[in-house]
């Protein structure tokens, strides 16, 4: 199997990408999210790949964070969900999105994908929230050097100086954070979503994190 390609982006494509690497192009379908974060063509890129085999095809499936692509293998995993209605999921939402999604039972979110039901979606969450792991889901977002262009990292948001995620006073600040989204009528995955991108730093205080999260709700 094909666990990542590694080269020059040589174009880009309404749902997929072509990478080339020692002289032989990769063609890759990626989730929109992927789509927005990637570099101009002609400049280098990696994508973790999943290798999808038919019995007429051969498919790759890409993304620029390994999270997303761990996502992507636990949503093929419940029946009635394939690599093509995963990719769909995860172009409506970011990973980090639908994991808080599943965690806290938000269907409503998860059936905003294209092609996912409530039904679905119901199905979906009880058959994955035992298998998610919040502390996994990156607040401050990820970042993967290799996939950088001038300031950006890898999920589209701004780079973060290296506080993502962290526990301590910072973590417990965003916590509150969210919990005031709530509290304002906000679901638990609109509050998780908006102040991971507000890129909040162990220093911020929860009221100077409500007030960027705002901006992106």
Known sequence: MIALVKGILESVEEDRVVVETGGIGFEILVPGSVMQSLPA??????IYTYTHVREDAIQLFGFLQRSELAMFKLLIRVN????????GILSAMDADTLRFAIVSGDSRTISKAPGIGPKTAEKLILELRDKIDLSD??????????????????????????????AG????????????????????????????????????????????SLRHI
């Open 169 to 212: 006073a910072g973590s417990s600040a965003r916590d509150d954070a969210m919990q005031a989204l709530v509290a304002l009528g906000y679901s638990m995955t609109e509050a998780a979503a908006a102040v991971r991108r507000a890129g909040a730093t162990p220093d911020m205080t929860v009221e100077e994190i409500l007030k960027r």
């Open 41 to 46: 063509a002609g400049n280098p890129v990696k």
């Open 80 to 87: 009635g969900i394939g690599p093509k209605a995963a990719l």
């Open 137 to 166: 889901v990156n607040l401050g977002g990820e970042t993967d050097s290799e996939n950088m262009t001038s300031g950006r990292t890898s999920d589209g948001g701004a780079a973060d100086d290296g506080t993502a995620g962290g």
